[in-house]
């Protein structure tokens, strides 16, 4: 009798089931992952209630497991062996590109679905193409020769490094995007998944300042990015954020805006741009909107700011983050809130987006629970 493997399968906008795919024979270029935690972000809100295509698709895309079974031909390529606990990114590369060969493999255009529909993604490539295990919402994921596979270190949970995802674009965004560094002072829309992360990033980066704002249903995140490092945190619901940062930096602003609210529109791009007082600011944004009317560029080239975009990751972001999560240095515990077994998946994807089970930061989906 043929070893069945349970999934969550995304059916259509905001549905989920259960169902049921064979257990696939590995052949010795390939390994088989026992999932262990499959953490959900504001990703995962977005394509369950408008999913990309109509294919039926295994979600999750932040995984941690062990390596079940591993082929000959892919310990010896790639170093990792049966028992090894490990992160898998969602990017599945090519291997021959100019982008692969730098380890920037959000850029491959072998792994951009949206313009090579053959490419394969964790969390966004359909489950009926064989072998059908490409979603960390599963008991076991199919890695083939070409996944990117990263050793988690000794001592750390799988349920932590499930931060890894966003922590790696905390690194990616803030350190290398932004230029975060020493006395850097640092504006972070949003206190998500993504904004505590870069609160953390750049607090070790030696930033001297580090401002973070939210609303008042943000009140619980809040408290966790002073936990963070976080130096100020604003209410922009019950306070002008603008004249507080004015007043927090005597009128000087910011020297880098990190926009991480996930596509709230263009005022916290405005606010960014007001924030950095400075001339040759930097601005990171998320490319949520796709149209700005009236959008400031005069102000933009008066004052010199850089605008840079936030995009995935690089292999370098997900060592360090990696690192940075092994350190214990900050109380990364209070990032993940919640456990959800393969039944909820639904259910955990809703309270990551606010509707649901109240205060959820991070959510970790646990296969076999």
């Known amino acids: 009798m043929v070893e069945m493997v349970v999934a969550a399968v995304r059916t259509g906008p905001s549905k989920m089931e259960l169902r049921e795919f064979p257990m696939p024979d590995i052949p010795g270029d390939a390994a088989l992952m026992k999932m262990e935690v499959a953490g959900i972000c504001g990703t995962d809100v977005k394509l369950f209630k408008t999913p990309p295509n109509s294919a039926p ?5 932040e995984n941690i497991g062990i390596i079940a079974k591993a082929g000959k031909e892919f310990t010896r390529r790639k170093g990792f062996k049966e028992g090894d606990l490990v992160f898998v990114e969602h990017y599945v590369m090519c291997g021959k590109c100019q982008w692969c060969h730098q380890g920037q493999y959000r ?4 792994t951009d679905w949206r313009n090579n529909p053959e490419g394969i993604r964790y969390g966004y490539t359909s489950a009926e193409r064989a072998p059908h295990l490409w979603g960390g919402f599963a008991q076991y994921v199919y890695l083939p020769w070409n996944a990117v596979v990263h050793h988690v270190p000794k001592g750390v949970t799988p349920e932590l490094a499930g931060l890894v995802t966003p ?3 905390g690194v990616e965004w803030s350190l290398f995007d932004a230029g975060v560094g020493y006395n850097s002072t640092v504006l972070i829309q949003g206190p998500g998944q993504q904004g505590l992360s870069q609160t953390v990033i750049c607090k ?9 704002t939210g609303t008042s249903k943000d009140a619980a995140r809040l408290e966790v990015a002073k936990e963070l490092g976080a130096d100020h945190v604003i209410d922009v619901q019950k306070e002008d ?3 507080r940062i004015k007043e927090i930096t005597s009128g000087k602003g910011v020297d880098i805006s990190l926009d991480c609210t996930a596509g709230a529109g263009t005022i916290p791009i405005l606010l960014g741009i007001e924030s950095l007082k400075r001339k040759a600011g930097t601005l990171l944004v998320q490319g949520e909107m796709k149209e700005f009317p009236n959008f400031p560029l005069e102000k933009m080239t008066v004052k010199a700011i850089t605008i840079k975009s936030a995009r995935g990751h690089s292999y370098r972001a997900c060592e360090l983050a990696l690192e940075q999560i092994s350190s214990s240095r900050f109380p990364l515990d209070l990032v993940t809130t919640h456990r959800f077994g393969l ?6 994807i809703q309270s990551v987006g606010g509707h649901g089970v109240p205060d959820v930061i991070h959510a970790s989906l646990l296969p076999w629970q």
């Not at 850029?107 to 072998?110: D, K, M, P, V």
């Open 241 to 243: 954020p603008l004249a």
């Open 107 to 110: 850029h491959c255009e072998n």
């Open 204 to 212: 070790q980066a030696g930033a001297s300042l580090i401002i973070v």
């Open 167 to 169: 922590m790696a674009n």
């Open 57 to 61: 698709t295994i979600m999750g895309h």
């Open 343 to 348: 039944k909820d998946a639904a259910l955990a």
